[in-house]
């Protein structure tokens, strides 16, 4: 089955550090990837995403390209803030069914440091 | 404009009880998905409905049922609640839920402790 394999966290940095936060994923077809954040006691906002092969998603400073040759979409972000220390989950929605159902990762936890 | 809301935000439940969750779409939002998120987990999803009739369903056992309400409104009940029940409950909706082209508003969740 459909399923995203996210690495695994905690991921410590310094304010101003380069973010990579490696996705891939297993799908039938052409799914949606997507990243979604979580803040603590929030739920989940969507941060970027791409729906075809080449895409590249970006909000707030953060990228990620979908990249059907080795089914990845890896979240990078050139200089983390302290104000970005949240819980990351990528995602995927399958192609062609007639739905939105999400298949998130496991999730990888972002400490930003001062 | 209101965001998906969900009641209660907390919930204490003691083993074998039933509980339900709801969930108040985005107005203008047609369907509505529940999903489970366990501490540590990424959600899991267990229902999506859509005009009042189920479009899909997670691999969750029979205990877990859900029903979607003229106003677009739903409800997720749960009987007989087993302690690895507790986990944070979302809901989430978007206008026709067709594909991964359609934004997924998240409401905060219902944070479910079961004793």
């Known amino acids: 089955g459909d399923s995203v394999t996210q690495m695994e966290g905690p991921v410590t940095l310094s304010e101003e550090a380069f973010l990579t936060i490696n996705c891939t994923y297993t799908?039938?077809?052409?799914?949606?990837l997507f990243w979604y954040v979580q803040y603590p006691g929030e739920g989940l906002q969507l941060l970027l995403k791409?729906?075809?092969?080449?895409d590249k998603g970006s909000n707030k400073g953060f990228e990620a390209t979908y990249r059907k040759e080795t089914t990845s979409f890896h979240l990078e972000k050139g200089s983390v803030q302290v104000s970005d220390s949240a819980v990351y989950f990528c995602?995927?929605?399958?192609?062609?069914?007639?739905?939105?159902?999400?298949?998130f990762g496991t999730g990888t936890l972002l400490a930003v440091q001062p | 404009d209101a965001g998906v809301t969900q009641s209660p935000t907390h919930l204490i439940k003691t083993r074998g009880q039933q509980v339900t969750l709801r969930c108040s779409p985005i107005?203008?939002?047609?369907?509505v998905s529940w999903y489970q998120q366990v501490l540590g987990q990424g959600p899991q999803f267990i229902f999506q409905?859509?005009?009042?009739?189920?479009?899909g369903r997670g691999n969750f056992p029979d205990r877990f049922s859900a029903r979607q309400f003229p106003n677009y409104s739903s409800e997720l009940n749960v009987n007989a609640l087993l302690l690895g029940d507790s986990a944070l409950y979302l809901c989430?909706?978007?206008?026709?839920?067709?594909?991964?082209?359609?934004?997924?508003?998240f409401g905060s969740g219902t944070q479910l402790s079961v004793l």
């Open positions: 791409a729906t075809k092969a080449d």
């Open positions: 409905y859509y005009e009042k009739e189920e479009r």
């Open positions: 107005s203008g939002h047609k369907s």
């Open positions: 799908a039938t077809g052409y799914p949606s």
């Open positions: 989430a909706s978007s206008f026709l839920g067709l594909s991964g082209n359609e934004k997924l508003f």
């Open positions: 995602a995927l929605v399958a192609y062609g069914g007639a739905t939105n159902k999400l298949i």
